[in-house]
């Protein structure tokens, strides 16, 4: 895996947390989050990572990683925050 030019070794994976994600008493997103030392880069140590199949069926397999920049300190975290931003980039629905 590469990002901007630095590297994770797969074999120097942290972690694979599980992370399950509910609003409303409905589970929105669950998933494993792997969690890898990063080498090379300039702002963080670590990256989360994760694949996962979107809802619509046409759509291909989409690849996920967060960097541990604070506020994002854990698996968790990094889910929370990738799960805001695909929220902030839905248009809203018509009427």
């Known amino acids: 895996m590469w990002l901007d030019g630095c590297s994770a070794l797969k074999r120097r994976t942290i972690e694979s947390a599980p992370v399950k994600e509910v609003f409303g008493g409905e589970t929105i997103w669950e998933g494993i989050v792997e969690v890898f030392d990063l080498h090379n880069h300039p702002k963080a140590k670590r990256v989360y990572a994760w694949s996962q199949q979107p809802g619509n069926a ?21 889910a929370k925050a990738a799960i805001l931003e695909e929220l902030k980039g839905r248009e809203p629905e018509e009427a």
């Open 58 to 78: 046409d759509r291909p397999l989409r690849h996920v990683t967060v960097l541990h920049i604070p506020p994002i300190t854990s698996a968790v975290l990094a």
